[in-house]
């Protein structure tokens, strides 16, 4: 099912979609098209995309390709997905320690719609960050370790 979805191959092609998409939710899924955790994602991803089509707009990215982005939102598991709109980074909580990207696949389609328009009606207000309304039981944990450089 990944091939409904656009890929995005290099970083000027993640910037310039970053900031041209305007008014909707950005998803960025990072990962490899080889996982089995990325194609199930890939699938609740591209089964939701007409769906979604007024509120977001879902994008593919090769962590293996674009080695300048995983690094700097330190995707170290993937599948991970990114979320902006109009430009600016959103974050939500999952009851994580990370707050900036969504880490595993998602366990519904219906988990995912209902993070986009939870994001899209806060990013609408103004808001940076948001609660997640995926039930805490969904939401795959990862014991996150931090290094120092």
Same mark, same amino acid.
């Not at 970053?18 to 890939?42: A, E, N, W």
């Given at each position: 099912?990944?091939?409904?979805?656009?890929?995005? /191959?290099?970083?000027? /092609?993640?910037?310039?979609?970053? &900031?041209?998409?305007?008014? &909707?939710?950005?998803?960025? $899924?990072?990962? $490899?098209?080889?996982? =089995?955790?990325?194609? *199930?994602?890939?699938?609740?991803?591209?089964?939701?995309? %007409?769906?979604? !089509?007024?509120?977001?707009?879902?994008?593919?990215?090769?962590?293996?390709?674009? /080695?300048?982005?995983?690094?700097?939102?330190?995707? !170290?598991?993937? =599948?991970?997905?990114?979320?902006?709109?109009?430009?600016? %980074?959103?974050?939500?909580?999952?009851?994580?320690?990370?707050?900036?990207?969504?880490?595993?696949?998602? *366990? !519904? &389609?219906?988990?995912?719609?209902?993070?986009? /328009?939870? @994001?899209? $009606?806060?990013?609408?207000?103004?808001?940076?960050?948001?609660?997640?309304?995926?039930? =805490?039981? *969904? @939401?795959? $944990?990862?014991?996150?370790?931090?290094?120092?450089?």
């Amino acid at each position: 099912m990944a091939f409904v979805l656009k890929k995005l /191959e290099r970083k000027k /092609e993640i910037d310039d979609v970053i &900031k041209t998409t305007i008014d &909707k939710v950005l998803c960025l $899924r990072f990962g $490899r098209d080889s996982d =089995p955790g990325c194609l *199930h994602c890939d699938d609740i991803l591209a089964k939701t995309c %007409h769906s979604l !089509s007024n509120m977001a707009d879902i994008y593919l990215v090769d962590v293996d390709q674009v /080695e300048v982005y995983t690094q700097y939102f330190d995707i !170290s598991l993937i =599948p991970a997905t990114v979320f902006f709109f109009n430009g600016q %980074h959103m974050k939500v909580d999952y009851g994580t320690q990370d707050n900036t990207k969504f880490i595993g696949p998602f *366990h !519904s &389609k219906q988990d995912f719609i209902d993070l986009i /328009e939870i @994001i899209y $009606r806060g990013a609408m207000k103004g808001k940076l960050i948001v609660n997640s309304p995926i039930d =805490p039981k *969904h @939401i795959p $944990r990862y014991n996150l370790l931090y290094n120092d450089i």
